[in-house]
């Protein structure tokens, strides 16, 4: 795992962050992913630190951006595995509109959002996901709407084909649904529960106390647990993750924190399938016709033969700009 | 239909029925004039074959469905489907639209060719354009007509059934089924070829003509060049240029596979490159660009695996340049020459010499993707009775069963009336790695029938049964056979109802069968070997050929076979064979017994395996009859069979809770290390008491690395509480009984 890790991570003693850091090297190892085949891909956050601790390509982009940077990644590089690390504001606040397309889209990538209710990098407001009464910096007489559900709105959107639910404390059962989602063809959405001990020390100590309160979701398809955890975590649920409506049952349910896989569909298309080029553009290619559209305002050569010889000129110049050099290179007529 | 028997228009022979059946003497031609003209009484129904729905014409469909071909009727019946709703406008557009199919059928018989839309713009004009039509009718086909037309989603040509269809179907689906292939490793190619030259260039990039002045301006663009200083950038560049290019062998060895790739003729990578043919008229021709083309294939297969090398930096020298180095024909697999388009070859059996029989036999028995297309145009031999010395019938009827005995090509053997049903199967042999025969037989107007006609009657008549042979699919015949697409294929020739009218205008039924001398009756040139029997000499000795071939020797003595053929003016006659013609229908039939022994029906094998085991079933159950019968003779008890006892655990109920037992606590401090979520709160307080294993996850390290207090108070600054303190080791250790205490809450 060293050989996957890169700098020490700065969170604070305690953060959940460390444990999601922990399970994606143990994926990076277990799976032997090549370091140059693949990206992380963050906003802004404590969660969106991630990149900085792996050795792998990292893009830490802008606050609620994460998900339309890892579609472009996919969608030009669709050879490299694809992971996002967001949390609850980056990915339910700002970058909402992203998500719910990105869910749509169902792009082969994993997401993870870390959720720790609130924004935490920034020393405390409340975020989407907190809970309806949270003193914050921005509520300071409380927060005074209802959190949003992630796991309902991933759940709601059209092609939505895995969401999953991991608490950060299981390490087993949170490793085990991030392998889960990785290897899922397609979007995979896990909101992580993750503990925050500086803002919100106690926000998930009645599950961390009582195991009861945790409902573990088994299933052969979903995730089982060994006896020794199954010895911890005694209430379990037989779900299916191809039932989507009890996927959503359970989901909606306030007086369930259910933990596994709820939904789960291999059979939705990803979009960067859908729209793969049927035909691959070589530069010869792209300069046969570009110079073919170019011909269309060719000017003929007249007697004195002025007017055609700075065109064909500029055509020829052109044309070896493209052998030597990128296409992208801009000039007079595209500007 | 009016069977009297025309008594006055026939002239029988001198010798009676009996003497023609094994003379076969032709004693008259007013006879034979009389013979020619007729067909076999099933089927007289498809006489007006232009006005009866059936598999013609055929489109070849340009894109879309998978199968490549479909008929007509079937694409009528699904525009229907769509756009004829219920009731009566459903009804009339249902009419006019058969009128319409019926009339494209009619284009297509009077050899009209052109695309489906050429031929539905041309039956519409003239269904629309006839004389006896009213205004508002002709308002009506037209609208019904325009919405058929604007939800017709099929277009290609249209094709009607003569000696040349098999090879233009075939050669359809050969472009279909392999193109789609061949565009799938074009683009796989042009991506190799992008990624190598993205390769290169980046290394350009690395090179000093890369930060010469001209080219950095170059790259620049016509904007704003007039502010920078190119000469001080390309020093610049220059001066720190990080000394990263790519090794001279590797370059090298890029640049080969790009040109091997870009220079190569199966594909067309690159846009003006002119490509090899794949389609030809000769297995001798075949074979020979094959074998000329190998050395290429062996280059485009090495470069594609350098490429790949290449592009994910796993070259190794050392490894790949030996392996490389000897990398030639043999080392080619079948996966390798999958790569490659399959070669077509189009062959007709009047023009199949000798050499491309023995070079179609090499090609069958080989590995080689190459894909023949058999076309027979006669079944029949050339002169009646005589024996197949030269093997010419034998090579035309039975290629496709020596192919399956060969046992490593697809073998499909049809007719030209059932491409449409063995689509799918077309389409998978054409698809399928290595070599196919596709034997079809394919009339032409020469025949006595019309094409499609004589093409099901080779079929109905065994005399050239559909047959499929798979050897992807399996091991075993049941796997690999199939006899589907024939008519009855449990019995020995297939028996359909046949209605008609006696004397007395009743209408009467009978069964008959369609025999391999039905076929052959279709012929004229065999007119000889039938002869019509006078009513007046039709006795209780004439029996239907079909029961005549079933009876042995013993039952058929003085018996005389005939069929039942409909004349011109259809009267149904009976007429005796001869008995070589019943000697060829043995023939058929003792081999079509064969195909149905490989494809599983009535196996004699299985049946003589299940009658033993019947029989010894039989036997066993007698003997416990008889056992059971017999007074007991000793008063011997038998112990009641005590019932098994099965050991059964109750699956627990889904979300019920799952009792295990507690585990046993111990005195040594222990670390759940499963359950650890690496927070660094124990690592940070003692990194020598704690420590990280290869998961990342806390275990004690050296438990005397510190002290008990530092124990408990990292169990309880443990968020997930797994640290256990245990009880302490020094007893000697201040403040133990509150630690304890503390620790207590671990246990």
Redesign the interface.
């Known amino acids: 795992m060293e050989d996957y890790q890169g700098r020490t991570p700065r969170w604070c003693v305690g953060c959940g962050d460390h444990t999601i850091l922990t399970a994606l090297l143990r994926l990076c190892r277990d799976e032997q992913l090549p370091p140059e085949k693949t990206v992380f891909v963050s906003g802004i956050g404590c969660s969106s630190r991630l990149p900085h601790y792996l050795k792998m390509y990292g893009f830490h982009s802008l606050h609620g951006r994460a998900l339309p940077v890892a579609e472009g990644i996919k969608i030009r590089r669709p050879d490299l595995h694809v992971i996002v690390s967001t949390g609850d504001g980056d990915c339910c606040s700002i970058g909402a509109g992203h998500w719910i397309h990105a869910i749509r889209y169902n792009m082969n990538m994993t997401v993870l959002m870390h959720d720790n209710c609130v924004y935490g990098l920034t020393k405390m407001q409340a975020s989407p996901t907190s809970p309806q009464g949270l003193k914050s910096n921005t509520s300071p007489r409380g927060a005074l709407l209802a959190p949003l559900n992630p796991l309902v709105t991933a759940l709601s959107v059209a092609n939505a084909s895995f969401v999953a639910q991991a608490p950060d404390w299981i390490p087993e059962i949170l490793y085990s649904i991030i392998a889960q989602g990785f290897h899922h063809k397609g979007f995979s959405f896990i909101r992580i529960l993750q503990r925050c001990p500086n803002f919100l020390p106690n926000l998930f100590d009645p599950f961390l106390k009582d195991p009861e309160k945790t409902l573990v979701l088994t299933h052969p398809k979903g995730i089982q647990l060994d006896a020794s955890l199954a010895r911890i975590y005694q209430n379990q649920a037989e779900h299916d993750p191809e039932d989507l409506n009890r996927s959503r049952e359970l989901a909606s349910n306030p007086d369930l924190t259910p933990v596994g896989i709820l939904y789960r569909n291999d059979r939705v298309p990803c979009y960067e399938d859908l729209c793969k080029e049927q035909q691959s553009f070589t530069p010869a290619m792209i300069e046969g016709v570009l110079n073919k559209e170019f011909d269309k305002f060719t000017v003929q050569p007249q007697s004195n033969g002025s007017g055609a010889a700075a065109l064909d000129g500029f055509e020829t110049g052109l044309a070896r700009g493209l052998n030597d050099h990128a296409v992208s290179a801009p000039c007079d007529l595209c500007q | 239909m009016n069977p009297q028997p025309s008594i006055n228009a026939m002239n029988h022979a001198t010798n009676g029925p009996l003497s023609i059946h094994f003379a076969g003497v032709a004693d008259n031609d007013r006879s034979r004039t009389a013979a020619l003209n007729r067909w076999p009484a099933l089927l007289r129904r498809y006489r007006e074959l232009a006005s009866l729905r059936h598999d013609y014409p055929l489109i070849l469909i340009d894109h879309g469905s998978c199968r490549g071909i479909e008929s007509l009727t079937a694409v009528v019946n699904s525009l229907l489907h769509r756009v004829a709703p219920r009731g009566p406008t459903g009804e009339r557009m249902r009419r006019h639209l058969l009128r319409l199919e019926q009339e494209i059928r009619s284009l297509a018989f009077r050899k009209e060719t052109g695309r489906l839309s050429r031929l539905w713009s041309m039956a519409v004009a003239n269904l629309t354009s006839q004389p006896d039509l009213s205004t508002e009718e002709k308002q009506l086909l037209q609208q019904d007509f325009d919405g058929a037309r604007s939800a017709l989603d099929v277009e290609g040509e249209v094709i009607g059934c003569d000696a040349n269809t098999a090879d233009r179907v075939m050669r359809a689906m050969w472009r279909r089924t392999d193109g789609a292939r061949v ?1 799938r490793t074009t ?1 796989h190619l ?2 190799l ?2 990624r190598l ?1 993205d390769l290169l260039r980046s290394d350009d990039l690395e090179s000093d003509k ?1 930060r010469q002045p001209e ?1 950095l301006q ?6 704003f060049c007039e502010l920078i200083d190119f000469q001080a950038m390309s020093r610049t560049l220059c001066g720190n240029r990080p000394h990263g290019r790519m090794p001279a062998n590797r370059r090298k060895r890029i640049e080969w596979a790009l040109g091997v790739l870009q220079e190569q003729k199966f594909f067309g ?3 003006d490159t002119e490509l090899y043919e794949f389609a030809f008229e000769s297995c001798s021709e075949a074979l020979a660009e094959f074998k000329r083309r190998l050395p290429r294939m062996v280059d485009v297969i090495k470069a594609i695996r350098v490429a790949a090398l290449e592009l994910e930096h796993r070259y190794r020298d050392k490894m790949h340049d030996h392996f490389f180095g000897r990398f030639d024909a043999g080392s080619l697999t079948s996966e390798d020459i999958r790569w490659f388009p399959s070669y077509f070859v189009s062959l007709r059996e009047r023009d199949c010499d000798a050499s491309n029989r023995a070079n179609l036999i090499e090609i069958l028995s080989s590995d080689l993707p190459i894909k023949l297309v058999f076309q027979v145009d006669r079944l029949l031999p050339d002169t009646e009775g005589q024996s197949d010395t030269l093997g010419a019938t034998a090579w035309r009827t039975q290629l496709a069963s020596m192919a399956v005995n060969l046992g490593s090509a697809f073998v499909v053997q049809t007719a030209t009336s059932n491409l449409c049903p063995t689509a799918e199967r077309l389409a998978d042999g054409l698809a399928a790695p290595g070599p196919a025969l596709f034997c079809i037989f394919s009339p032409g107007e020469d025949s006595g029938l019309p094409p499609y006609l004589a093409a099901a009657a080779a079929i109905e008549s065994r005399l050239f049964p559909t047959m499929v042979f798979d050897p992807g699919e399996g091991d075993t015949w049941a796997e690999c056979f199939s006899l589907d697409g024939n008519p009855q294929r449990d019995r020995a020739w297939p028996v359909h109802s046949f209605t008609y009218q006696d004397e007395q205008m009743q209408a009467l039924t009978e069964n008959l069968s369609f025999t391999a001398v039905d076929f052959w009756a279709t012929d004229p040139s065999f007119a000889d070997a039938f002869r019509p029997v006078p009513r007046r000499l039709w006795s209780e000795e004439m029996v239907p050929l079909a029961d005549y071939l079933q009876a042995d020797d013993e039952q058929n003595s003085g018996r005389e076979p005939f069929l039942l053929l409909v004349g011109p003016d259809d009267l149904l006659q009976r007429v005796v064979v001869t008995s070589a013609a019943v000697q060829f229908a043995q023939r058929i039939s003792r081999r079509w017994r064969r195909l149905q022994e490989l494809g599983g029906i009535n196996n004699s094998h299985t049946r003589r395996a299940l009658d033993e085991a019947r029989q010894a079933w039989e036997s066993e159950k007698r003997n416990l009859i008889e056992e059971s019968r017999r007074p007991s003779s000793t008063e011997t008890e038998f112990p009641a069979a005590e019932p098994s006892i099965a050991l059964r655990v109750a699956a627990p109920e ?2 019920c ?4 037992p ?2 046993v606590p111990h005195d040594e401090a222990w670390i ?1 290390t ?8 124990c690592t ?1 307080r003692n990194n020598r008491m704690f420590r990280y294993n ?4 806390s275990c004690i390290a050296d438990l005397h690395a510190g002290t008990y207090r530092e124990l408990v108070e990292a169990a309880e ?1 443990c ?3 797994i640290i256990h303190p245990g009880k302490p080791w020094n007893p000697n250790e201040p403040d133990l009984e509150e630690l304890l205490r503390r620790a207590g809450n671990f246990r």
């Open positions: 565009a683009a042009c991506q070829g992008i030259n890369s080219a170059g790259a620049f663009g016509g904007r990578v690159e846009a889904a979300g809770k799952v009792e295990v507690a585990p759940e499963p359950r650890c979520t690496s927070c660094n709160e940070n290869e998961n990342n996850q600054a968020k997930v509480a």
